[in-house]
């Protein structure tokens, strides 16, 4: 299971671009998987912290959906996004597996080289206002 965090503040979401397979090199939420005993909610903030540097607080569930990893045999992902209030530390400095992690602006999040189906899926949620 795993978590991701959709961070808006000032009509900029919260990316990061990922700097390790699967889709190294491509820009997603902040997110990974739920450690053994750890709580959703727990998960979402501490990905967040881990791969920003930013703090907050989780928020209600955005939506699911479900990845595969054709070269993990493990690699069948339910993935879990919840919104975040952003708590302090607006700069986000990217750390864990993390290469780089930024704010942008609303109207250009699908302008990026996005994971697959995330531009999609923040569209269906009403996050973005454009998937082209």
Same mark, same amino acid.
């Given at each position: 299971? &795993?978590?991701?965090?959709?961070? $808006?503040?000032?009509?900029?979401? /919260?990316? =990061?671009?990922?700097?390790?397979?699967?889709? @190294? *090199?491509?820009?997603?939420?902040?997110? +990974?998987?739920?450690?053994? +005993?750890?709580?959703? @909610? #727990?998960? !979402? $903030?501490?990905?967040?912290?881990?791969?920003? +540097?930013?703090?907050?607080? &989780? *928020? #209600?569930? !955005?939506?699911? $959906?479900? %990845?595969?990893?054709?070269?993990?045999?493990?690699?069948?992902?339910? =993935?879990?996004?919840? %919104?975040?209030? !952003?708590?302090?530390?607006?700069?986000?400095?990217? *750390?864990?597996? @993390?290469?780089? @992690?930024?704010?942008?602006?609303?109207?250009?999040?699908?302008?990026?080289? /996005?994971?697959?189906? /995330?531009?999609?899926?923040?569209?269906?949620?009403? =996050?973005?206002?454009? =998937?082209?």
């Amino acid at each position: 299971m &795993c978590v991701g965090a959709v961070a $808006v503040d000032a009509d900029r979401l /919260l990316l =990061i671009r990922r700097g390790h397979a699967p889709a @190294a *090199g491509q820009w997603s939420v902040p997110g +990974g998987r739920v450690e053994a +005993g750890e709580l959703l @909610a #727990e998960a !979402v $903030v501490r990905e967040l912290l881990e791969e920003t +540097g930013i703090e907050g607080v &989780c *928020g #209600e569930l !955005v939506g699911w $959906v479900e %990845r595969f990893d054709p070269d993990d045999p493990d690699g069948h992902h339910v =993935i879990l996004d919840f %919104r975040v209030a !952003v708590l302090e530390g607006t700069v986000p400095i990217a *750390g864990d597996d @993390a290469a780089e @992690a930024r704010w942008v602006p609303l109207p250009d999040v699908a302008d990026l080289d /996005l994971v697959d189906g /995330l531009a999609e899926f923040l569209h269906d949620h009403d =996050i973005i206002p454009t =998937i082209t």
